[in-house]
């Protein structure tokens, strides 16, 4: 049997991924094929985080902008990111797969207090742990949440399901001319200034030395491809070997 290349990994899901084609809400048909998947990851001895995005309830300050104070619009966001935590993890227990969420801010009717040594020791014992809230803080994203989150698992890589299929020199939707990568470095990203991450988020990522792997999450294999080590989207990583088009 094929083993994985990765012990431990962070995925983060959008959350319009969660909305499937309306965009706003939940599909619970998108979030079985992604848990699914998951299990399959699990079952092959893979330790996983996850960190879920909001946008498919709230954005934060692009919805409240001008016309909330910032800080709360943020916090609302957190409590969307709640909703697509415990969705999700509705879903992974009808599918038996062994799973605790855990937030940022205390929710403690609903979730576990987010604390390292504990999510560890879920992780250990081959239980998901789904990671609510962004950061807990106001001004933050849930990418920059998710590269967080990963430093202080130890998570081998960061697997970043988006909804396109890697890091191109532009917007492909706009320019036909855009050019794939199948590697570049963090220093290139952010010179490029490239829509992979905020650059929060990739700076923090480049200094605790931790790769990221965008790939496209339409087919929700590619999680199981990506942590088997197959050849898929686009990794963003230290140094210059291996990097370009």
């Known amino acids: ?16 991924a969660l909305a499937g084609g309306a965009g706003r809400g939940l599909d619970f048909d998108i979030i079985h094929q992604i848990t699914h998947v998951i299990k399959k990851c699990v079952d092959a001895g893979v330790q996983v985080g996850i960190v879920i995005g909001a946008g498919n309830f709230w954005r934060g300050v692009k919805d409240g902008g001008g016309k909330m104070e910032r800080t709360r ?17 509705d879903v992974m227990e009808q ?3 062994p799973v605790r969420v855990q937030t ?3 929710i403690k009717a609903v979730a576990e207090p987010y604390i390292r040594s504990r999510a560890i020791r879920h992780l250990e014992k081959g239980r998901v742990v789904i990671f609510g809230c962004g950061t807990g803080n106001p001004f933050f994203s849930t990418d920059t949440a998710a590269v967080l989150r990963a ?10 399901a988006k909804n396109i299929d890697g ?10 001319q855009a050019v794939k990568f199948d590697a570049i470095t963090y220093d290139e990203v952010l010179a490029r200034h490239l829509q992979v991450m905020d650059t929060t988020a990739t700076s923090l990522s480049m200094d605790n030395h931790i790769p990221v792997l965008l790939f496209a ?4 294999e590619n999680i199981y491809r990506a942590v088997m080590g197959e050849k898929i989207g686009t990794v963003i990583k230290e140094g210059n070997e291996n990097a370009g088009v």
């Open 1 to 16: 049997m094929e083993k994985p290349v990765y012990k431990r990994v962070l995925l983060k899901v959008s959350g319009e």
């Open 73 to 89: 619009a943020d916090h609302m966001g957190m409590l969307g990111t709640v909703m697509n935590c415990l969705a999700m993890a």
């Open 95 to 97: 599918e038996g797969i």
């Open 104 to 106: 940022a801010l205390e």
């Open 151 to 160: 430093a202080e698992i130890d998570a081998d890589v960061i697997l970043l």
């Open 167 to 176: 890091v191109y020199s532009a917007d492909p939707r706009k320019d036909p």
């Open 217 to 220: 999450l339409e087919d929700p």
